[in-house]
């Protein structure tokens, strides 16, 4: 069955360094999405992207934070100047229709310090 | 405010009783509501969803529920498993007219099974 992959599994940073989070979404979708769930909370819609732009972002997503489709089958969330409170596992999903079950990827732990 | 909420944070039920998890939400705009699992260290995984215009719908061994009127959701577990121990999470979407919405999601429920 396809799946979502993302890697790497666990990222530790340094307060104000940039990371990037890597996904490879399920091949034949063409929607794709961004979540983070700190640590015992809910899960939090990041950004959406769809025929290579951001479709939909919420006020989390501020310009620390960038998305990429750098090929076809890589997408990316890059974080410029991480802060502690980014901190979370990031989550990334995609669905083959714009309404429809998003499939979602095992994490990445982000750990800033 | 909570745009998606659950009542419960913790239920447990024993194994092979009916579980109901249930869910309020406050968009009436929403038009998409889904239930996802999620396990320890694990991303969220797709249980049922259902759509504005039907007030159920079924899968296997769970079921769906939305009132509309009064802006809830309910998942029924029948014959509750072990491997059905995790936080249940429900999610909306509300279409904003773009290519792709994402979900607003509420807190979760965790679900124990007892044997």
């Known amino acids: 069955e396809p799946e979502v992959t993302q890697t790497p599994s666990h990222q530790v940073t340094q307060m104000g360094q940039e990371v990037i989070l890597r996904c490879v979404p399920i091949?034949?979708?063409?929607?794709f999405y961004w979540y983070r769930q700190i640590l015992g909370q809910k899960v939090e819609f990041l950004v959406s992207f769809y025929n290579n732009e951001i479709s939909e972002k919420s006020e989390i997503f501020d310009d620390q934070f960038s998305v990429e489709r750098p090929d076809g089958s890589n997408f990316t969330l890059k974080i410029r100047s991480t802060k502690l409170e980014d901190s979370a596992m990031y989550f990334c999903?995609?669905?083959?229709?714009?309404?429809?079950?998003?499939?979602f990827g095992p994490g990445t732990r982000l750990t800033v310090t | 405010g909570e745009s998606v909420g659950l009542h419960l944070p913790t239920l447990s039920v024993q194994e092979g009783d009916n579980s109901i998890i249930n869910c309020a939400y406050s968009n009436s705009a929403s038009d998409y509501f889904i239930w996802y699992k999620q396990e320890s260290g694990k991303g969220p995984q797709f249980i049922i969803d259902?759509?504005?215009?039907?007030d159920k719908r079924q899968g296997q061994r769970v079921t769906v529920l939305l009132n509309k009127t009064v802006k809830h959701l309910s998942l029924q577990i029948a014959a509750t498993q072990p491997g059905d121990s995790a936080v249940y999470f429900c999610a909306e979407r509300t279409w904003a007219g773009g290519g792709a919405d994402g979900l607003t999601f509420g807190k979760g429920t965790h679900l124990i099974i007892q044997p």
């Open positions: 091949s034949n979708h063409l929607y």
């Open positions: 259902i759509r504005s215009n039907m």
């Open positions: 999903a995609s669905s083959g229709q714009g309404l429809g079950e998003q499939y």
